[in-house]
C-alpha cells in the first residue's frame, strides 16, 4: 500500500509541468505548441532560450529530489538528504518513478508531458550521489563530443538500473529503474530513429525552434 502512496505523491510533483508554467510565465505561450512540442528542457531551450531551458531543468531535477525526500521522511522516519535507510531507499524509488511517469503523462494537461530524462537524473542523485556523478560525466562528454543530448538521455537511462544492480541496491530498486529506463528509450524512439537517418538535430545554446528534439 505504501508503494502506491509513494507513486501517487510523486505524480503529484510530476504533474507540475515546470516548462509549461514558465513558458507562460516568461514567454506567454504554451511550450507543447512550439518546436518538438515536448516539455521539457530540450525543447524549452531551443525554443526560449538556454537562460531559460536551465530553469527548466533544474525546476524538474528538483521535483524528483523532493519527491523522494518526502516519501523517504513519511516512510522511513526521515531520510536524510544524502542517505536514506531501507526504507526510505524503497520508498524514495517508487515516488521517482511516479515523478517521472507525472512528468510524462500529466492528467491535468491531457497527459502531454515531457520524456523525463531530468527527473530521472534527480532521482538517480538520490539513489546513489557518487554512481549518479559518475553517468553525469559521463553524459557531459557523450553531449560535448556529440552535441546530442538524446544520446546522453539514454545512456544516462541505460546506466542507471545497471549501477544499481552492481551497487546492490535491492531487487525493488533495480526492477523501477529498469522501468524507468526502458520508458526513456521508449518514449525516445523517435530519436533514435532520427539519430540512425542521420537528421536528429544537434544540441544549441540558441533559441531555434524546431520539431525535432
Known amino acids: 500500500m505504501f508503494r502506491l502512496l509513494c507513486i501517487l505523491i510523486g505524480y503529484a510533483f510530476g504533474c507540475i509541468q515546470s516548462a509549461y508554467i514558465i513558458g507562460k510565465l516568461t514567454s506567454g505561450i504554451d511550450i507543447r505548441e512550439h518546436g518538438s512540442k515536448n516539455s521539457g528542457f530540450t525543447n524549452a531551450n531551443r525554443v526560449m532560450g538556454f537562460k531559460v531551458g536551465i530553469w527548466i531543468f533544474i525546476a524538474d531535477v528538483g521535483k524528483a529530489i523532493l519527491?523522494?525526500?518526502v516519501a523517504s521522511w513519511l516512510f522511513d522516519g526521515g531520510g536524510s538528504f544524502m542517505s536514506a535507510g531501507a526504507n526510505g531507499l524503497v520508498?524514495?524509488?517508487w515516488a521517482g518513478a511516479g515523478v517521472v511517469l507525472g512528468h510524462n503523462f500529466p492528467v491535468f494537461m491531457r497527459f502531454r508531458g515531457g520524456k523525463g530524462i531530468a527527473?530521472?537524473?534527480?532521482l538517480l542523485f538520490m539513489l546513489d550521489w557518487p554512481a549518479a556523478l559518475i553517468i553525469y560525466f559521463i553524459a557531459i562528454l557523450l553531449i560535448i563530443i556529440t552535441r546530442f543530448i538524446s544520446v546522453a538521455s539514454l545512456i544516462i537511462a541505460l546506466n542507471m538500473p545497471i549501477s544499481m544492480m552492481i551497487l546492490?541496491?535491492?531487487?525493488e530498486v533495480v526492477a523501477v529503474t529498469t522501468f524507468l529506463g526502458v520508458l526513456a528509450w521508449y518514449m525516445h524512439r523517435e530519436n533514435l530513429l532520427r539519430l540512425y537517418a542521420g537528421t536528429e538535430r544537434k544540441f544549441s545554446f540558441k533559441k531555434n525552434e524546431s520539431k525535432s528534439e
Open 119 to 122: 527527473c530521472t537524473i534527480g
Open 91 to 93: 520508498s524514495g524509488v
Open 67 to 69: 519527491a523522494f525526500l
Open 168 to 171: 546492490l541496491n535491492g531487487w
